[in-house]
């Protein structure tokens, strides 16, 4: 075919295809077809070799003016595209700004903080101070400076996880009682809050658990002024008709010891399911502080008397909440937790 024919017909077939062109990236695939290395124009210009010497020069005019316009079609209808892509993409990706912002669910403090926030807040406002022991404990703290000595059966009462034959996770708050009281003289008025473990799992007990330990000593302390303290703490937390009850107990700590019951604020005494029927519930341990340990920390017991309580935070969560499973209180189900609201 003659190449003027060709060239025709080149820019015929361009100027069909260039119409059904919609993308810049179908436009790049036919600018190769037309353009590329191996593409129709530049095997033409291969071909110049057999066109004889002397029509060589307005040959090659031809193809180049060919080339050039070739290039100028694509060059327009690309930037008509791109504009107008681009447009689509801005439509695309607009953002209205006076739209309502995502709404996220608001926080809220889990049972067992709230609990132990207005627990706090009761014994701060009859005065006694915060202190908070270390969870990794020495036997010392937890057991022998508790009058709980080695092979001491107490210590049964507490399964323990041992780190080492010394170091152990503390298996209750009272271990500050013996840090606050060898490094204060009294009058002392300490409250202490936080972890304690026990080798214990059901539906009433966690390896790890929460416990307020409540310090008192000073000069003529009787167990009239542990019940005074402990009936006002109890309607401030349960409400103005909840009675106390002490029943006497073991701790290897106090002496003598008891078991802090309160009348039940469910049923008001008459026996329900949440007081099995008893009329009492019980909150936590008590007594009057050991002379033995007082004596270990340098107080003389002639002089200074002293009273301690000792309540499980979850367990008080559990009875003023109504909450059936202590699993609830660690497992972080949020289905559970965003019923408390404080
Ligand atoms: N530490 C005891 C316990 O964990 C509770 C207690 C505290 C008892 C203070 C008496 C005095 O069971």
């Given at each position: ?21 919609k ?12 353009l ?22 307005s ?34 990706e607009?953002i ?19 609990v ?16 908070e022991?270390?969870?990794i404990?020495?036997?010392y ?22 780190l ?15 840090r ?48 005074g ?32 019951d309160?009348?039940?604020f ?5 026996g329900c ?16 502080v050991?002379r033995?340990v ?16 000792g ?32």
């Open positions: 075919m003659d190449v003027k024919e060709k060239i025709k017909q080149i820019e015929n077939q361009i100027e069909d295809t260039i119409k059904d062109i993308s810049s990236q179908t436009l790049q695939e036919i600018k190769l077809k037309f590329g290395k191996s593409g129709e124009i530049s095997s033409l210009m291969k071909n110049m070799r057999d066109v004889p010497p002397e029509e060589r020069p040959m090659g005019k031809l193809l180049n003016a060919l080339r050039q316009w070739t290039e100028e079609q694509f060059n327009k209808l690309e930037s008509g595209l791109k504009s107008i892509e681009l447009e689509k993409r801005y439509a695309n607009k209205d700004v006076t739209m309502p912002g995502l709404d996220l669910p608001d926080g809220a403090y889990h049972p067992t903080t709230l132990t926030k207005e627990l706090i807040n009761i014994f701060l406002g009859m005065g006694f101070e915060i202190f022991g270390p969870e404990e020495n036997d703290y937890n057991f022998t400076a508790l009058n709980t000595p080695k092979d001491h059966p107490a210590r049964d009462m507490q399964d323990t996880f041992y080492s034959e010394n170091l152990l996770l503390r298996t209750q708050t009272s271990s500050g009682q013996i606050v009281m060898e490094n204060k003289k009294p009058p002392i008025k300490i409250l202490s809050p936080g972890k304690v473990y026990r080798s214990d799992d059901d539906a009433t007990h966690s390896p790890m658990f929460s416990q307020m330990e409540m310090l008192v000593v000073d000069k003529g302390l009787t167990l009239c002024d542990l019940q303290m402990l009936d006002e703490f109890v309607k401030r937390i349960f409400g103005r008709g909840v009675k106390t009850r002490l029943r006497p107990s073991y701790f290897p700590f106090t002496e003598p010891s008891v078991e802090v309160v009348s039940c469910e049923c008001g005494g008459s399911r949440l007081c099995k029927g008893t009329g009492w519930i019980e909150v936590g341990g008590a007594g009057m050991n033995r007082l004596e270990g920390c340098g107080i003389n017991p002639d002089e200074y008397t002293g009273f301690a309580f309540l499980g935070i979850e367990r008080i969560a559990m009875l003023k909440y109504g909450i059936n499973n202590m699993k609830l209180l660690f497992e972080g189900d949020t289905r559970f937790l965003k019923q408390f609201k404080g």
